[in-house]
């Protein structure tokens, strides 16, 4: 069984920088996905990035292309969304997911995936 906890959300101004971190426990296979998506409301919920376990391959939306960077630290199995230039836009609910399902690798396939955490506010003001 996964469980994925988010933590780092908060409120910045636009333009700011913010790191949330997933910590995530149960087995994951090499070629396991891990990503984050996010949900403002009244919208849709919009995969953003995805990660492949062993780090081989990374995909981001366009919304958020050289602005955000996942990353992946196996070590102690925690996923990291690195938010810079942050917009107005950006404000939303921010969830973890994790899928073994090697072929749901675009953020676009988020929304499939089997494992979700709880998710944590990113609030982006002017």
């Known amino acids: 069984q996964v469980l994925l906890v988010e933590s780092g959300g908060g409120s910045v101004q636009a333009g700011g920088s913010l790191r949330l971190s997933c910590a995530a426990s149960?087995?994951?296979?090499?070629?396991?996905?891990m990503a984050w998506a996010r949900q403002a409301p009244g919208k849709q919920r919009e995969g953003v990035a995805t990660i492949r376990y062993d780090k081989s391959h990374t995909s981001y939306s366009d919304s958020v292309e050289g602005r955000f960077t996942i990353s992946l630290d196996d070590a102690t199995n925690t996923l990291y969304l690195q938010m810079n230039d942050l917009k107005l836009a950006d404000s939303a609910m921010y969830y973890c997911?994790?899928?073994?399902?090697?072929?749901?690798?675009?953020?676009?396939?988020?929304?499939?995936?089997?494992?979700w955490g709880q998710g944590i506010l990113v609030n982006v003001s002017s």
């Open positions: 997911a994790a899928d073994d399902r090697y072929w749901l690798h675009l953020p676009e396939s988020v929304g499939r995936f089997a494992s």
């Open positions: 149960g087995n994951f296979a090499a070629t396991s996905f």
